[in-house]
């Protein structure tokens, strides 16, 4: 079948690529540079022409028979959108870091660490297999981990790899988890297997899958409480913080929610934990964005907060608008996060406090900021305005009340701590004699074609809406056209009330001055903010826990044979104890 | 299978486990853990040929317990060559030595 042959090109191209820039050695960066992009931007192509031909069923399957099933491809509205996001965002990312990342060592180390996570990311939103999608998912967490330890002199890219490995990885125990019950109870890995067969399955144990994907999810997505490896991740080069911590692997976790929706819609608890990680995470991390420094940070708790509304807009039931979020988040993300890779490129710090008025001396960047920035906040006719404002309608509609207040609560606060980021960044008075150059032309041509996409993307709704109609079989999706859906969004009173709390974010910092009692007063609130709401000191109790206790049975591991001999027989004592019993009951 | 030939077969296997297993425990000449490892493989590949015999299948029995006795080969080959690097290393056959990986 010709989609099965497109699905093999957009996961084994950048694959192929990986190896060959590799091969090519670090002594010809010019040519690692080429083949990466050349290698990034036909997968793209190949997703391209993937998403006019979707299906509903298997297009590609790898028979390994035996325990592990068929890994089938099936390239329905979900796989093939996120598998265009993850390749088209990715191209440009690797076009980007031809002049971002000029000059570095290991540049073979990088290219193809990208393009083997490309690929693998691509898998993973394809597979149709469950098995096949978690060593997919394990795939993009190893790439993720060693992209963000890049520079791997430096103990900080360490620290923050090995954290966001560690928590994602707990994370993947639950996907596993889940797929091995799921497994026994309906004698397959396949995806659509389980959502057909849920009947089938018991309750308790069906919540058990329900809980273990929301906990990978929330894991993978940097979700409430397992937020803190995101900012961490901010070690990496630029490029990949856009990549994959912004445009891609972290919405892993939103996607998996919404491909089994309709599985776990009914299990008592689910969406109310969902809305829940959702709105949590959405608030907390605006409020955090709103005290960070750093830029890179600022924008990743921003990403945190972000992915709290796609979270709590599958919650509600609004796997569209949490899809379509999606879409519009990737392109203004990743050009937000790019626009700030070029301007710490330029000046080289990351400190928003020494940057300042630097929009005069970059107005390509700014301007490409800019727009990222107003789709952020949720300015109208820029891309993010429609789906979040989908986001918005769905929770008025399917949600409880006081998760739809807390989320407009967070609108307010995205519009406050992009402006507030834009204005320290871009505008005022230089705080430090910065050597500032606008962008380059590999990278203007990132920072183009993504503004071009935060400007239009929004037009695609209708057309997503039907893919996604057409061939998700076990997904109830209300669909309109483009137009429908703008009248829709313009006559529904949410939108007016959403538009109200983003002016008074906005207005409350053009007015800041007169403010000042209000952030005094939420002065404690801004101090708890800056020190990660006691998480990371949770973390490191966590981390301290488990290392003295692995100290402490140290003594246990005696290194003698005969002690090694004897725990091993023991053990085998004690699984046939289990098994006779478990025989006898 | 008269149930007695069948219950003389149950016995040899158990001891011969047992005497292996007694001497991977308490032996500390890595030589002569090799040699206990050896019973106890000895005594598993009786049991593969009395179970192929007592279940009908005498054939699947015995060509299993000549694949092991293949594998069993090689591993007391490289089992007395690491003894031989071990004697020029450290000086001593005895296991206990070999825990000074831990620390």
Request: glycine share 12%; charged share 10%.
């Amino acid at each position: 079948m010709a989609n099965g042959f497109l699905i093999a090109l957009v996961i084994g191209l950048p694959w192929l690529g990986a190896l060959i820039v590799w091969r090519t050695g670090d002594t010809r960066p010019e040519r690692q540079h080429r083949l990466a992009a050349g290698f990034s931007l036909a997968a793209a192509l190949a997703a391209l022409l993937l998403l006019t031909a979707p299906g509903d069923s298997p297009a590609l399957t790898l028979a390994l028979g035996g325990l592990f099933g068929d890994f089938t491809f099936i390239p329905d509205g979900l796989g093939v959108l996120l598998a265009a996001i993850a390749t088209v965002v990715g191209s440009l990312a690797v076009i980007f870091s031809m002049d971002y990342m000029r000059g570095e060592a290991a540049l073979g180390r990088y290219y193809a660490l990208v393009l083997f996570f490309i690929g693998a990311m691509a898998g993973l939103v394809l597979s149709g297999s469950l098995l096949a999608m978690f060593f997919f998912w394990e795939i993009t967490a190893l790439c993720s981990y060693a992209l963000i330890s890049f520079n791997n002199d430096d103990p900080k890219a360490v620290a923050g790899g090995i954290k966001a490995l560690l928590i994602t990885s707990l994370g993947g125990v639950g996907l596993l988890i889940g797929a091995l019950v799921a497994y026994a109870y309906t004698g397959s890995y396949q995806i659509a297997d389980l959502l057909a067969g849920t009947e089938a399955i018991p309750p308790d144990v069906l919540s058990l899958i329900a809980f273990g994907f929301l906990l990978a999810a929330a894991a993978k997505s940097a979700q409430f409480p397992f937020h803190s490896w995101l900012p961490g991740a901010m070690e990496a080069p630029t490029p990949i913080s856009a990549l994959i911590h912004a445009a891609t692997m972290v919405n892993a976790g939103v996607y998996l929610l919404a491909r089994f929706y309709p599985a776990f819609a009914e299990v008592p608890g689910w969406t109310t934990a969902v809305v829940a990680v959702g709105l949590i995470s959405a608030l907390m991390a605006a409020a955090m964005a709103l005290v960070a420094q750093d830029l890179k940070r600022a924008l990743a708790y921003s990403t945190i907060s972000q992915l709290g509304y796609m979270v709590y807009a599958v919650g509600v039931g609004g796997v569209f608008a949490s899809q379509f979020h999606l879409l519009s988040h990737a392109v203004f993300k990743a050009l937000l996060f790019l626009g700030a890779g070029a301007v710490i490129h330029a000046v080289g710090t990351r400190d928003m406090r020494q940057m300042g008025g630097l929009g005069r001396r970059m107005p390509f960047v700014r301007n490409a900021f800019v727009i990222g920035a107003l789709a952020l906040a949720g300015i109208p006719v820029l891309n993010g305005f429609w789906s979040k404002e989908l986001v918005l309608e769905a929770g008025l509609a399917g949600g409880p009340g006081w998760a739809f207040a807390g989320m407009l609560v967070g609108a307010g606060l995205t519009a406050l701590y992009t402006f507030r980021m834009v204005w320290l960044v871009f505008y005022g008075e230089p705080r430090a004699a910065l050597h500032a150059h606008d962008a380059t032309p590999a990278m203007r041509f990132s920072l183009g074609a993504l503004a071009i996409g935060a400007l239009l993307t929004w037009l695609l709704a209708g057309p997503l809406g039907h893919l996604f109609e057409a061939t998700l079989p076990h997904h109830e999706l209300h669909v309109l056209s483009t137009g429908e859906l703008v009248a829709e969004i313009i006559g529904a009173p949410g939108t007016w009330l959403a538009l109200a709390v983003v002016a008074a974010g906005l207005a409350l910092w053009w007015w800041r001055e007169r403010f000042r009692w209000l952030a005094a007063m939420l002065e404690p609130l801004g101090r708890a903010a800056e020190q990660d709401f006691g998480f990371e000191w949770l973390n490191a109790r966590i981390a301290g826990a488990t290392i003295g206790s692995a100290e402490a049975l140290r003594t246990t591991q005696t290194g003698l044979l005969s002690w090694n001999v004897a725990g091993i027989v023991g053990g085998l004592i004690v699984v046939l104890a289990v098994l006779l019993l478990a025989w006898g009951a | 299978m008269s149930a007695s030939a069948l219950h003389i077969l149950v016995l040899g296997t158990l001891a011969l486990i047992g005497v292996g297993l007694y001497g991977l425990l308490a032996v500390r000449n890595l030589i002569k853990v090799i040699v206990a490892l050896q019973i106890m493989v000895k005594g598993a590949l009786l049991a593969l040929v009395m179970a192929g015999a007592a279940a009908g299948q005498p054939n699947l029995g015995q060509s299993l317990a000549a694949t092991v006795i293949v594998a069993d080969t090689v591993v007391a080959v490289v089992g007395l060559a690491l003894a031989v690097q071990v004697r020029r290393h450290v000086g001593t056959l005895d296991v206990r030595a070999l825990s000074s990986l831990k620390k």
